[in-house]
């Protein structure tokens, strides 16, 4: 992607805000920073074109050619995520409108339908002109078109659209009424011509048709991306093309755009308050590689110190932001850029954090960038290194739409805190995970998780068998596997399409009480943990049917039932979990599970259950090196399993690595020079 340029370090310039003289100071202090890769003009619309069907292309000749001189590489952007206000006043029908049928105004951002087609021509008329003038600029060397798609519009070019999508999908209205379940509550249809988005409705609306319109509205945004791709190669550009991520981003499903970047790319905004970012971070990262087949993404946008759209916006020390872009790097990387170059004096951004603050350069946090532009150079070493896995952890946003709708047993289980919980475990263990689409093929991993799949395709039932059958060892969650891709309820003793690999079945889900279930753990359960453990949230009434039993609830409304069971298939083991487990019984299981298939850590030592890296170490290996990374508060010590030095320091390392609270080295065999 950015060979020649090693790890890209930079982040979103926004000149058009700033006067002419302040550019070059800017360029001046990039260089000085180390910074190698901007985005420039992702919110320039109306600087561009002021008057309908104006250009003004002068001062952005000018800033590439400034940025190129200055051996600056430029992902352009297209400007089309905030159109400029005549457009909503000449063409009401390009803003949006809300699910309270509410038309939003211009005078922020954002304030499109993906669904209007006027909005789409302009977008792409922009688009053509400006691919057209710099599709073989020196300077641009990748394009980034719109930014963090995410609008979803319930007026009526959407009712038109969303018609039109269903029309593909079902083919005929009886089929969507199959589908959709409208006998219920006298919701039949005669025709597509009936159907409107899921505005506000009296009560609970169709989960079918919400599913529908969630899947509608990710492929419609999809729609706009491609207008404009299209349009870029149309021109004859060469350079990849992306547009920005923003992880776990509930309205758009990743898995559908991936095929259409060039390069993954990505938001993180973690939050410096909250003790889990680290691990939940982690795992963003590693869903960023994963979308891409494991190939090296970019992390487009982060913060170097406070955000400040959060009520209340904890800054980072320098230290803390140069953990946040060596996590990136670990876990697969190929750039860490910031919002934004120069923090901004007007518009509602005023107290983000950036690159180079309003007191200027002579200030920590352009002196930790400083910092971090040199340290980023060493790492050539890592470029194009690759994370190697053998966990899998299945994730699907379909079925985290339908898994968290409304008037389901309850509402407090949360398909992605349960994935931020499994995934921690193995954060904590220092072993490497991808995120898995239902679906794929699965043998190839020696473990694969399962925290929470409400949806589970007959595709993707079978994969999971087939991986058991051939030795790879599977955990499945609760309330997994309930219902079809149209949230309709599978008819049998559930998991219905899981019950024969699993070994048992069940018959009622149902919220816990409040006061956590206690687990009995099984007599024979030889790794049964001695702390016990209690189950909370959601249990399931269940028998076995060939599955061993390792722990039963011993109270609430499941008391003597099996909770936790361990069934053979073929060469491998299915685990199934009847009910949310307590943070340190779901350890132990999880620990349990990883050592029995054998699978090692960073460090290639094996798992070891009750027994993690030490509090807040992440470790990871890319390529050919070892990422130690200390989050915690405390010293911590490792031992390596060969002597190594540190690509940082060129310091050697001989077996024990220690590291002070907030540090990074980046080990590799042997010696660095
Ligand atoms: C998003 C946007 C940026 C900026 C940042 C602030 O990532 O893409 O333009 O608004 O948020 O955190």
Request: aromatic share 8%; with cysteine.
């Amino acid at each position: 992607m950015t060979d020649e340029l090693g790890l890209c370090f930079g982040g979103d310039y926004n000149p058009e805000q700033w006067p002419r003289e302040v550019w070059t100071e800017d360029v001046d202090l990039m260089v000085r920073a180390g910074v190698n890769f901007v985005t420039v003009g992702v919110w320039s619309w109306s600087t561009i074109e002021p008057v309908p069907g104006k250009r003004e292309f002068g001062w952005l000749d000018e800033v590439l050619d400034l940025l190129h001189g200055s051996g600056i590489a430029v992902d352009l952007a297209t400007p089309t995520a905030s159109p400029p206000p005549w457009l909503g006043i000449r063409h009401p029908e390009t803003l949006p409108v809300n699910r309270d049928g509410v038309r939003l105004a211009a005078g922020s951002r954002n304030h499109y339908s993906p669904a209007s087609a006027v909005y789409r021509e302009h977008a792409l008329a922009i688009t053509r002109d400006l691919a057209g003038r710099y599709a073989t600029h020196p300077a641009v060397r990748m394009w980034h078109v719109g930014n963090e798609y995410g609008e979803v519009d319930y007026g009526d070019e959407a009712a038109r659209e969303f018609r039109s999508w269903l029309r593909a999908k079902y083919g005929s209205i009886a089929a969507l009424n199959e589908a959709w379940g409208t006998a219920v509550w006298s919701q039949g249809y005669a025709s597509f011509d009936e159907i409107v988005p899921p505005r506000a409705a009296p009560y609970l609306i169709n989960p079918a048709q919400k599913l529908d319109f969630k899947r509608y509205s990710s492929d419609q945004l999809l729609a706009c991306y491609r207008d404009q791709r299209d349009a870029i190669r149309a021109a004859g550009a060469t350079q990849p093309i992306t547009t920005n991520f923003m992880g776990f981003f509930h309205h758009v499903d990743y898995w559908s755009w991936a095929g259409d970047v060039d390069v993954v790319a990505d938001d993180q905004y973690p939050d410096p308050a909250s003790p889990d970012a680290p691990s939940d971070t982690a795992l963003v990262q590693d869903l960023m590689r994963s979308l891409g087949g494991g190939r090296p993404w970019l992390l487009m946008e982060q913060a170097i110190s406070a955000v400040s759209w959060r009520e209340h916006n904890v800054p980072k020390s320098p230290a803390d932001a140069r953990l946040n872009s060596f996590q990136a790097v670990a876990r697969g990387a190929e750039g860490v850029c910031y919002f934004q170059w120069r923090q901004a004096r007007s518009g509602p951004e005023r107290f983000h954090s950036a690159l180079l603050p309003h007191a200027g350069a002579d200030t920590d946090v352009f002196r930790g960038a400083e910092l971090l532009g040199a340290d980023l150079k060493r790492m050539r070493q890592v470029v194009g290194g690759r994370v190697t896995a053998r966990v899998g952890i299945l994730f699907d946003w379909p079925s985290w739409w339908a898994g968290e709708e409304d008037a389901v047993p309850s509402a407090r289980l949360r398909t992605l805190e349960q994935l931020r919980r499994w995934y921690r475990v193995l954060w904590r263990h220092g072993v490497a995970a991808e995120v898995v689409r239902s679906g794929s093929e699965l043998s190839g991993y020696d473990v694969v998780l399962v925290p929470h799949s409400y949806v589970i395709e007959p595709d993707s039932a079978d994969a999971l068998s087939r991986a058991t059958a051939a030795g790879t060892l599977v955990v499945v969650g609760p309330f997994s596997g309930v219902a079809d891709a149209s949230t309709n309820i599978l008819q049998g003793r559930f998991p219905v399409l899981l019950r024969h690999l699993v070994g048992v079945s069940g018959e009622e889900w149902g919220g816990l009480p409040d006061q956590p279930t206690p687990l009995a753990m099984e007599a024979d359960w030889d790794a049964a943990p001695s702390g016990g453990g209690t189950a909370t949230v959601i249990g399931e009434r269940l028998r076995t049917e060939g599955a061993e039993v390792l722990a039963r609830f011993a109270g609430g409304p499941y008391a003597g039932h099996p909770a936790i069971t361990r069934n053979t298939h073929g060469a491998g083991t299915a685990w199934y979990l009847g009910a949310v487990l307590s943070d340190d019984l779901l350890a132990a299981v999880l620990e349990e599970a990883l050592r029995e298939a054998g699978v090692t850590n960073a460090l290639g030592a094996s798992v070891l259950p009750g027994n993690p890296l030490p509090d807040g170490l992440e470790a990871v290996r890319r390529g050919p090196a070892l990422f130690l990374i200390n989050h915690g508060h405390e010293s911590a010590r490792i031992q390596l399993p060969v002597p190594m030095s540190d690509l940082l320091t060129n310091e050697e390392v001989d077996r024990i690595a220690a590291l002070p609270p907030r540090t990074v080295q980046v080990l590799i065999e042997g010696r660095t020079t």
